[in-house]
Every structure is written in C-alpha cells, then in structure tokens.
C-alpha cells in the first residue's frame, strides 16, 4: 500500500506499512540508546572496570558472533513478521526486567551481564529478519531508500536517546531508562500486528537448514562485490563501531566528563551518522560504487585514529561526528548493495553474514578496546584500532584492483 507523496529520498515512507513500522521502531530506538547510555554507567558505578565494561559487550553481542548464519536460515523459513513480533516481545521483557532490578536495589554485575547476553540472544534472532523484511515491505524499487531511512532513524535516535538519558540519569538515576526502553517496544508490537504486508507463499520443499546454510555462505563468497562489501563492514565493525566502549571511557577517563557530557558526546556521534545515512539515501543510483564504500571506511577509521590526539571537548566533539558519518555512510552503503545482490530466496541468509560481520565481531573488537583501554588507555585503544583499520582497507582496495586486472 503507497500514498505517493514523498520526495525521491524518503520514497520509501510511500509504503504505509513501512511508514508505521520505521516510525514505531524510531521511538523504541530512542529507548534502546537510552539504556545502552545507562547501562555503560550502571557497569562503571558497580565496578569502575573498563575491562568489565568490555565484557559486557562481548557477552552481548556473542550470540551474533556464534548464531547468526542459523538464525539467517530460520528468518528464510519463517514469517518475517511473526518472528519480528517474537523478539521485540523478548527485547521489552529485558528492559523491564533490568529496570526492576535497579529500582528495587538489588543489581548486581551479573545480572546486568546475564540480561546483556539474553538481549543478545534476541538480537541475533532479530536482526536479518528485520533486515531482510525491509524488502517485503517496499520492493526492490525502494529498498535503498529503505536501508538509508532505517539507519538514519537508528542513529537519529542515537543523538536523542543519549541525551535524554545523561539529564534522566543525572537527576533521576538508571532505573527509569531501563523502564522507557522496555516499554518502548509495545508501539513495534502492536505495528507488526497490525500490519497489511502479507506473509509470502510458503516456498518449495527445502533441504536441511545446514544445506541452506551452506548454500548463502557459498553465494556469498561466490559474488566478488558481495565479498568486497562484507569484508569492508567486518573492518568497520570490528575496528570502528565499539562506542558503547570508547565513548564512555573518553568522557570519563580522558575528558573528565559526568553523565551529561557522555550523552552529548553520543548526541554528536549520532548526528554525523544521521547525516551519513541520509546522503546515502539521496542518491540517485540504486547500486552504490565500489570506490565510495572504500573511500567512506578509510575516512571513519582516520577519525578514530585522530581521536587518540584528542584531550579536548572542542575537538572530540567533530571528531565524533565525522566519525559517525563516514561510517554508517559506509555500513548503509554496504547494507543497500548486499540487500540488492542477493536473491529473494536467499536474502535472510545473505543479511544474516552482514548481521555476523556487523555485530558478530563486536565482541572481539570491544574485548580487545577492553583491555588496551585497561592497561595503556583509550586513546592507545583508538590509535591501534584506526591504524590497523586503515591497512586492512588498504588491503581490500589492492585486491579489487588486482581482481579487476
């Protein structure tokens, strides 16, 4: 269902199912940013730890490392819609559970570990269903735009979320940012009840899930542009998109900040990727080029390794900005050709090795920020992570040039 009045970047809010879902996500978004901001602190309150605050991370983002490409194969099985409405019920329980505990005093380290790693289990589930019914809901047609309005919208909420979050928890404390992300995702819940989109027609007889595994992973690796833009996302991923880690780490132990300047400095992280997301989206061509994905990495990860210098706000805070542009330009870059290359019938298992490189290596990459942090300190943490980025980009750009001959 179309209504045909939106501007050639925002086409895909012509399709209203897309429209009430991408408005409702929006809200429980901010939520999520909300208690990912609070969560951060809730750990350093309890432990002051930055190894701690890494394996946080690692716990929460493991089930994507370990189970993703499965959960591709279930998402191609499945109703998209029903398995939506399954995670986002599993997502609300987590918050409200987390804000329980913090409210009635009784958290500790592990029980905001344990939750972090069920959030992760849901997550894992989540993510290529949610990526690759995108497509269902607009068409070939208009899923760039698509792509590029999700992102925006997510990292939109990174600059709201945050912000909300330093001011609630300065004055109010964790617990009721944990109750606004639980409560957030009933608007998701009754969208995806509510919705138009039929479920596609059962398919013909299928193999094994371990065969239908098998079969994305070799498409994948069989498609050069598919191999390219996956292995740039896993540089990005692994060196650049561990905030949760490093920003507060900045703020507390480089720029000696309190809550509201953490959320601030996420505020203008969320701005450029904003920014980066909707230029993405305004761009003519469906297929974005080789060369902007390349060029978009190697500037994030010049940012990140610039941040290493910083001892400033005045300077973070650009820095931040840029960093968050250029790399959700590329990560929506990427996501838009990967979701066009891959045919229908394998699309969940396709987006499910984006969702594996993407999210999967996070726990690597925030153990590792962790622990440098820990005993040489963040900004030896950026200048490693940016610096052995911008060589692994460089060795990528090399090897499309020798493949193309």
């Known amino acids: ?40 602190w809730l750990v350093l309150q309890l432990t002051n730890s930055p190894f701690r605050l890494g394996l946080l991370a690692t716990l929460q983002f493991s089930p994507v490392l370990l189970f993703s490409i499965v959960s591709g194969a279930v998402a191609d099985r499945l109703p998209k819609r029903r398995l939506l409405i399954a995670t986002q019920t599993t997502l609300a329980c987590q918050g409200l559970l987390l804000a329980l505990l913090v409210a009635t005093e009784h958290v500790e380290y592990w029980h905001v570990a344990l939750l972090g790693l069920a959030l ?36 939109l909420a990174r600059i709201i979320g945050p912000a909300i979050a330093g001011v609630v ?95 601030f400095l996420m505020a203008s992280l969320g701005v450029g990727a904003v920014g980066g997301a909707l230029t993405v989206g305004a761009r003519a061509s469906r297929f974005p080029s080789v060369r902007s994905m390349l060029v978009a990495a190697a500037l994030a990860l010049g940012m990140l390794s610039a941040l290493g210098f910083i001892r400033r706000i005045e300077l973070a805070v650009p820095l931040l900005f840029l960093t968050g542009y250029w790399g959700i330009m590329l990560m929506a870059s990427c996501n838009t050709s990967i979701q066009l290359q891959a045919p229908d019938a394998l699309r969940g298992r396709v987006m499910s090795i984006y969702t594996w490189v993407s999210g999967g290596v996070f726990p690597i990459g925030a153990f590792v920020v962790g622990s440098i942090s820990e005993g040489w300190g963040v900004s030896t943490a950026f200048l490693f992570n940016g610096t052995l980025g911008l060589a692994a980009v460089a060795a990528l750009a090399l090897w499309w040039q020798w493949r193309r001959g």
């Open 1 to 40: 269902m179309t209504v045909g009045s939106f501007p050639h970047g925002l086409r895909a809010l012509n399709h209203a199912d897309f429209r009430h879902f991408f408005l409702s996500q929006f809200v429980a978004q901010i939520g999520s940013w909300m208690q990912n901001v609070a969560q951060a």
């Open 120 to 155: 992760g289990f849901a997550n894992v589930v989540d993510q290529p269903a949610r990526q690759s019914f995108l497509i269902e809901m607009v068409g070939r047609n208009d899923v760039s735009s698509a792509v590029a309005l999700n992102s925006a919208g997510f990292n």
């Open 169 to 263: 928890i300065g004055r109010l404390g964790v617990a009721p940012t944990f109750l606004v992300n639980g409560l957030g995702f009933t608007g998701v819940i009754v969208t995806l009840l509510r919705m138009k989109t039929p479920d596609p027609p059962p398919g013909p007889p299928r193999a094994s899930i371990f065969e239908e595994i098998a079969e994305g992973v070799r498409y994948a690796a069989g498609t050069p542009r598919l191999r390219l833009a996956i292995g740039l996302v896993f540089v990005v991923s692994l060196c650049v998109f561990n905030f949760s880690v490093y920003v507060p780490l900045l703020a507390k132990n480089v720029l000696g900040l309190g809550a509201e300047g953490f959320g």
